[in-house]
T-cell receptor, first 117, second 114 residues
Framework: EAQVTQNPRYLITVTGKKLTVTCSQN?????MSWYRQDPGLGLRQIYY???????DKGDVPEGYKVSRKEKRNFPLILESPSPNQTSLYFC????????????????FGEGSRLTVL | AQKVTQAQTEISVVEKEDVTLDCVYE???????LFWYKQPPSGELVFLIR??????QNEISGRYSWNFQKSTSSFNFTITASQVVDSAVYFC???????????FGSGTQLTVLP
């Protein structure tokens, strides 16, 4: 079954304790991306990756890191989480279009709800 | 820079009514893509439609239809004869230029009452 898998789905942590949210897709998609969803703000892009070893900042990258060492995995790293990073996080993937951009037909993971105390 | 505005934060209708969700976008690029996604109460995000900037034909898929008007920079979504299962948050999104980033609107919460 084609899917994007995120872990953990729920996490409560404390300020400053490093954490990683994993994301894995089994569709051989080149493009992967992380979003956070906050009430009234919709989904905002944190980081994206066009392929292995190619990552770039989205609209709200501060406080986050990513890596893309393998095509299927795109972990999101919070080195020193703060309460303003309490949010619902989504990982997504898609194919690249013939023109090199993402097709927009994103496949999303089920979301990871993070609470930072 | 690109921007998507969904001015309707919440809409409530009674089952079988028609409802239109508005989406206004901003981009300086002449080539761009517009999307609608649905997020039901279970939380997952479901792709509904993609439309490119060169295709202004309206599209219909069952009870769903989309009206793309470049003149007003709008890409509105209409649900005909709404059903309770249509209750969800609906997001409009835009990808332009190199299509590296997908920008979402803030979403419209649609509640269909029985």
């Amino acid at each position: 079954e084609a899917q994007v898998t995120q872990n953990p789905r729920y996490l409560i942590t404390v300020t400053g304790k490093k954490l990683t949210v994993t994301c894995s897709q089994n569709m051989n998609h080149e493009y992967m991306s992380w979003y956070r969803q906050d009430p009234g703000l919709g989904l905002r892009q944190i980081y994206y990756s066009m392929n292995v070893e190619v990552t770039d900042k989205g609209d709200v990258p501060e406080g986050y890191k990513v890596s893309r060492k393998e095509k299927r995995n795109f972990p999101l790293i919070l080195e020193s989480p703060s309460p303003n990073q309490t949010s619902l996080y989504f990982c997504a993937s898609s194919l690249l279009s013939t023109k090199g951009g993402n097709t927009g037909e994103l496949f999303f993971g089920e979301g990871s709800r993070l609470t930072v105390l | 820079a690109q921007k998507v505005t969904q001015a309707q934060t919440e809409i409530s209708v009674v089952e079988k009514e028609d409802v239109t969700l508005d989406c206004v976008y901003e981009t300086r690029d002449t080539t761009y893509y517009l999307f609608w996604y649905k997020q039901p109460p279970s939380g997952e995000l479901v792709f509904l439609i993609r439309r490119n900037s060169f295709d202004e034909q309206n599209e219909i898929s069952g009870r769903y239809s989309w009206n793309f008007q470049k003149s007003t920079s709008s890409f509105n979504f209409t649900i005909t004869a709404s059903q309770v299962v249509d209750s969800a948050v609906y997001f409009c999104a835009l990808s332009s230029g190199s299509a590296r980033q997908l920008t979402f609107g803030s979403g419209t919460q649609l509640t269909v009452l029985p």
